[in-house]
């Protein structure tokens, strides 16, 4: 089993930034992709930005250019830098775990963190 912990959620103004760690702990296999989805309510939960145990990333075009991802590979930590934030970036955050073991592919997913851009 794996379990991930969020932190780093609030509330920030337009413009200002945030940084979310997600730490994973259990079962992890050298070989996964974390990352983080949003959710707003009524609508489905969407990718923002993905990396995997080898550096390759991926973001959603609504964040490219103003966030970045990093993971420490030693810690099984992931984090997501956000700048420039703006009021649709509003959303829970979640962090995401992607691992194959045994030829069978496991989601694993944290509890949310909570991310407001307000004036």
């Known amino acids: 089993q794996v379990q991930l912990v969020e932190s780093g959620g609030g509330l920030v103004q337009p413009g200002g930034s945030l940084r979310l760690s997600c730490a994973a702990s259990?079962?992890?296999?050298?070989?996964?992709?974390m990352g983080w989805y949003r959710q707003v309510p009524g609508k489905q939960r969407e990718l923002v930005a993905t990396i995997n145990s080898f550096g390759s990333t991926n973001y959603a075009d609504s964040v490219k250019g103003r966030s970045t991802i990093s993971r420490d590979h030693g810690k099984s930590t992931v984090f997501l830098q956000m700048n420039s934030l703006k009021p649709e970036d509003t959303a829970v955050y979640y962090c995401?775990?992607?691992?194959?073991?045994?030829?069978?592919?496991?989601?694993?997913w944290g509890q949310g963190t909570q991310v407001t851009v307000s004036s």
């Open positions: 995401y775990l992607h691992q194959v073991v045994a030829s069978l592919g496991y989601d694993y």
């Open positions: 259990g079962s992890i296999f050298s070989f996964n992709t």
